[in-house]
């Protein structure tokens, strides 16, 4: 947990009494290893079905599934101990109606043992949103651009600008009023941000929005320059730790074809014999 954190049992709940205290640390995870080093650092840490574009090469997150994202909540389960997990509800398993979505909302609950889900969608989702938190399900929201929707918003744009203002202050209100305890502003324009933030009563985290967000999040192979297909001018390059591997990477092989690796320190010798 960060060093500013406020709540000490991960839960939705304390996670909104953040809002407007100390911002709110969150970054995405899919394996063990990488839960365990961000948990120590951050307040949320989410399973993204941005996995499917980071560890899968698929083009967009379209693809996942409800098994990949069980697979990875599981993984990065083992790995956090401190934050509060949120893992996302993939492309096609909550839209079809508000049982659907609980149905398999508890199951990501139950077999990944995170804290809440989050799904994309702002007054359209709000009855389901509002049906998942009434049966125990903490949600947290994602408006703005969502990624699931690619393909009928025409592409990765940039949000709230002209007429799209309004529909997205309201549907920051819908989220809220269904009982979101907290929601993601992604590519959001910076003014529009900030006055979702200002109105609303839970915390906003945003990716490409505002500095003045109640957190922030990032997808954390961005962040250490390990995802390279491509970069959106909201992430910062913290690393460049795929320029790394790749030095290593020909630094091994280079040895390995001259035979200089492995040496006599990492091979095994027969005992000798008495």
């Known amino acids: 947990m960060s060093a500013n954190s ?38 949320v840490v989410l399973v993204g079905d941005s996995v499917g574009m980071v560890l899968h090469g698929f083009e967009s997150t379209l693809s996942v599934t409800m098994e990949m994202m069980i697979l990875h909540g599981q993984a990065v389960r083992r790995g956090v101990e401190q934050a509060l997990l949120v893992v996302d509800m993939p492309f096609g398993s909550y839209e079809h109606n508000k049982e659907q979505a609980f149905e398999n909302a508890a199951r990501l609950m139950r077999e990944t043992g995170c804290e809440a889900v989050k799904l994309e969608g702002g007054a359209h989702m709000a009855e389901t949103i509002a049906y998942l938190t009434q049966r125990g399900i903490p949600v947290m929201g994602h408006i703005g651009l969502t990624p699931q929707s690619v393909k009928a918003m025409g592409g990765y744009s940039v949000q709230g600008r002209g007429d799209d203002h309004q529909r997205i202050l309201e ?47 990032l997808v954390v192979d961005d962040l250490l320059g390990l995802f390279s297909s491509f970069k959106p001018k909201f992430v910062k390059r913290y690393a460049e730790l795929a320029d790394q591997a790749d030095d290593a990477i020909a630094h091994y092989a280079k040895e390995v074809r001259a035979r200089t690796f492995p040496t006599l320190d990492h091979v095994y010798q027969a005992k000798k014999k008495s």
């Open 6 to 43: 406020k709540f000490k049992t991960p839960s939705g709940h304390a996670l909104k009494a953040q809002k407007g205290q100390d911002p709110i640390v969150c970054l995405t995870a899919y394996t063990t290893p990488m839960a365990r080093l961000v948990d120590k650092h951050c307040d």
């Open 171 to 217: 549907d920051a209100k819908a989220v809220q009023d269904a009982g979101a305890f907290a929601i993601v502003l992604e590519m959001v324009t910076e003014p529009l941000a900030n006055e979702i933030t200002a109105l609303l009563e839970i915390p906003t985290i945003g990716i490409g929005a505002s500095v003045q967000c109640d957190g922030q999040i």
